[in-house]
């Protein structure tokens, strides 16, 4: 992890955002490890946009074979695409492999799970609200929003050398 980051390619725009830097960022090193946030073992999450104004994000999920994303639920709803590789939901008997469109309904309590034969799987999620992870019996244990998700890809971005004023390529 103690690779230069490669030069980010921007152009200037008038920002929609206060939080927001003066650019956009068009390109970042793909191959660039240090980009892909930790949630826990064996799944990373890779910011692409943190709407603090109306409290959602986008982001790739990324999951190695036999990693999961605990069980969780969002008030709003959730848009997903699959990049590569694939995944299921305990709660259905559906897979969604490489160009599968996902809808989660508002409500609607999951837990994406990878199977050990998928290597890697990344999907594009936009996400409005919250995640409220939750029990077995469907009571909420605890609750992330744009914040959170914000304040650990700073603290990550800090660790990992990139700088924490490095979210605010992210931040609309």
Known sequence: MSRAAAPVTRISA??????SPPDIVLATDPEDERIWVPLKKGVWLRPLMYNTVQGGWCEVV???GGGFVS???????????VLKGAFRYLEHDWIADQGTYIYEP??????????DDCPEM????????????????GRDVRAEDVFHRLDRAREHYEEVGLGADYVKNFVR
Not at 71 to 81: E, K, Q
């Open 14 to 19: 008038p920002s929609a955002h206060p939080f």
């Open 62 to 64: 990324k999951v190695t």
């Open 71 to 81: 069980r969780h639920r969002h008030p709003a709803p959730v848009h997903g695409l």
């Open 106 to 115: 508002p409500g609607e309590v999951h837990t994406l799970v990878v199977d």
């Open 122 to 137: 990344h999907c594009f999620f936009a996400i409005s609200g919250s995640v409220n992870y939750v029990d077995e019996a």
